[in-house]
């Protein structure tokens, strides 16, 4: 008897004081080349990693918002190089120009 009133009180304050445990969404790497890319938007309020992956080939990067207003304008010519952007917004397009190919962490 005294061993099922322990488990009810056991199970209550589990409930009570429990903490469910939520998973970190794994960050993920996209290698993009030349030309126009729209960013998610399940991505809305995230930040994201840009770095060149090829070295001696330079990447131009511009980003636009909904509006075709330009956010972002950068050029990495190496490959310790990296630019951190956000938060994004729906609707927001990344143009790659150049021979070279770029990392996107997300």
Do not use: C, W
Not at 3 to 30: D, M
Not at 47 to 58: C, E, G, Q, S
């Amino acid at each position: 008897m005294q061993i099922k009133k322990f488990l009810i009180v056991l199970l209550v304050f589990l409930f009570i004081f429990g903490e469910v445990a939520q998973a970190e969404p794994i960050p993920t790497s996209t290698t993009l080349k030349k030309g126009i890319y729209d960013i998610s938007p399940e991505h809305k309020g995230y930040y994201r990693n840009i770095k060149l992956i090829t070295p001696d080939k330079p990447v131009t990067i511009t980003l636009l918002n909904s509006k075709g207003a330009q956010i972002l304008f950068a050029i990495l010519s190496n490959e310790n190089d990296y630019i951190k952007f956000g938060p994004i917004e729906i609707g927001e397009i990344l143009i790659v120009t150049g021979e070279g190919e770029i990392s996107v962490i997300h």
